[in-house]
Antibody, heavy 118, light 109 residues
């Protein structure tokens, strides 16, 4: 059974860079797409982007200029960096796995709340 | 704002049936597979339906999905109080080059 676990700071200052890591167990990051999805408090889901094991990426156009997703297959981890954060980036951040054929999000981490505040 | 539109809320009595619509366009639902997610309060979303109408292992057959043109529908029969949750549709949008989620629907039993 694939399990994903997010880790990283729960508080980030405005204008700084949010950094999160997702550790995958029970499966390999050498296949599938590995994604980040966020959910502001009380709001809906927003797809941030994904990375394939080869390193190719796709990002949400609304966040593309600020997002970097990377993968370390040797550690079975992938990471998110979101630069120049503001209060609008406060959200629960989920790491997840997406299928190659139909892009369904089939496994999710438990989520981690990141608050942007000084 | 999302390119996939869902009703904000639906409700029905225990044992009854509800349907949730997800309206999109040719750049998303019209040409890609739709998936559906259940998010119970305080938890991560869970995949309910993939490939428009397929249930992953462990998902009861009370949940069903369908797609027609640029719209998709999630059906829940035999409603239980444990089905009270937010439900989201999702699909790839070829014009945006991104995965998109619906606006979400709260189901009240």
């Amino acid at each position: 059974q694939v399990q994903l676990q997010e880790s990283g700071p729960g508080l980030v200052k405005p204008s700084e860079t949010l950094s999160l890591t997702c550790t995958v167990s029970g499966g390999s990051t050498s296949i599938y797409y590995w994604s980040w999805i966020r959910q502001p408090p009380g709001k809906g889901l927003e797809w941030i982007g994904y990375i394939y094991y080869s390193g190719s990426t796709k990002y949400n156009p609304s966040l593309k200029s600020r997002v970097t997703i990377s993968v370390d297959t040797s550690k079975n981890q992938f990471s998110l960096k979101l630069s120049s954060v503001t209060a609008a980036d406060t959200a629960v951040y989920y790491c997840a796995r997406q299928g190659e054929r139909s892009a369904e999000v089939d496994y999710w981490g438990q989520g981690t709340l990141v608050t942007v505040s000084s | 704002q999302s390119v996939l539109t869902q009703p904000p809320s639906v409700s029905a009595a225990p044992g009854q049936k509800v349907t949730i619509s997800c309206s999109g366009s040719s750049s998303n639902i019209g040409n890609n597979y739709v998936s559906w997610y259940q998010q119970l309060p305080g938890t991560a979303p869970k995949l309910l339906i993939c490939d428009n109408n397929e249930r992953p292992s462990g998902i009861p057959d009370r949940f069903s999905g369908s797609k027609s043109g640029t719209s998709a529908t999630l059906g829940i029969t035999g409603l239980q109080t444990g089905d009270e949750a937010h439900y989201y549709c999702g699909t790839w949008d070829g014009r945006l080059g991104a995965f998109v989620f619906g606006t979400g629907t709260k189901v009240t039993v």
